[in-house]
């Protein structure tokens, strides 16, 4: 026989809410845990006991921004304001309600509220014990697939320690490596705005969404590997900018609010400049790679060099002179080539591993929602047909 089915709405009790905490207040440390719609379950803590949600039996949370369902069986503080508490009739299990929100296929309507979906989907009801030995059965099944994600993203963090730590080994080698102020290797070191105040820039200079003359490279674009929407300018505001041309392979440091981040330019086959908050750093190619001084910089002994030459507190900046200054472990320049080979040879490696277990990883969640498909369409009992 088949299940029967009743309307979302009348498949869960009413509620009274507690207070809902905002994130940014939330506690690093507290007596209560705060549950919210982010990802991770527990998403900080609280220790006002007149704000805690007290649970009778077993409630399951939904984001009504982020779609996340969980299962809760204790007593827990609300987060933020997308937070709704799905407390299940008496003859529906709550686990099993859980189970099948996340088996439901949710359209995606971006940031905006995804509660006003579920009222048009119909929850299955079986029988209470048929309810338990599906969600026995997912347990079980879950739990070795927990088990198998567990291992492949200790794996996955494995191989990216692994470079780190030979990228470590490089740059702490004793012996007749020489350390010099990185200014005693600058050929140029720059940024790409004229003097001047900041509204007679504006004058100047409008970034335009469609293809221009120029294209105006931003921290932004660095990170996110250059697949956002690019930002360009008139030939007359990058005549204006340009102290330097880019060619490629340059080394890009933010030199505000995300002060000391470093970044290699790619390399571009036509005229670029950079946004204001950029310096342009190129080495001398007859003392220095590169290559090998952005990977420095990025490795943990360079950004142990780099913290302390920040200025400020709310926004940090770095001065040209606080970048000239910072020392750089030099060995000759065919050593740093060698480096830089290996260096790149073992990022492939690291890369094929990583991609192979970022693969296994999605596989997992594949195989997780089919085989919820399978269990709330019947495939995985008897009693349903």
Known sequence: MKWKTIPFEKSIQKITYTAKVPKKKFLENGIFPIISQEAEFINGYWDN????????????????????????????????????????????????????????????????????????????????????????????????????RAKTEQNLKNSRELFDSYLQQVFSQKGDINSIELGEVVDVLTDYHANGSYKVLKQHVELSDQEDFAWMVRSTDFEKKFKNNKRYIS??????????????????????????????????????????????????PIKANNEYVYRYLNSSSGKAQIAPRLKGAATQTITKDNVRSLLIPLPSLVKQKEHILDLQELEVETKNLETLYLKKLDKIDELKKAILQKAFSGELTATAE
């Open 235 to 284: 030939e007359h505001a990058y005549n204006y900018l340009t102290k330097s041309k880019l060619f490629g392979g340059e080394i890009i440091m933010s030199k505000i609010g995300n002060a000391g981040k470093v970044y290699l330019m790619p390399a571009t086959d036509r005229a670029c400049s950079l946004a204001m908050n950029l310096f342009l750093i190129r080495l001398d």
């Open 49 to 148: 006991e007149g704000d805690v949600f007290k649970v009778a039996s077993p409630v399951v949370i939904f984001g009504d921004h982020t779609k996340v369902i969980k299962h809760v069986d204790f007593d827990f503080v609300l987060g933020a304001d997308g937070v709704k508490i799905l407390s299940p009739i008496k003859e529906l299990e709550s686990n099993f309600l859980a189970y099948f929100l996340e088996s439901y296929d949710i359209r995606d309507l971006g940031y905006a509220r995804h509660y006003r979906l579920l009222k048009e989907i119909f929850v299955p009801l079986p029988p209470v014990p048929e309810q338990k030995r599906i969600v026995a059965l997912l347990d079980t099944v879950f739990a070795d697939l927990e088990q198998t």
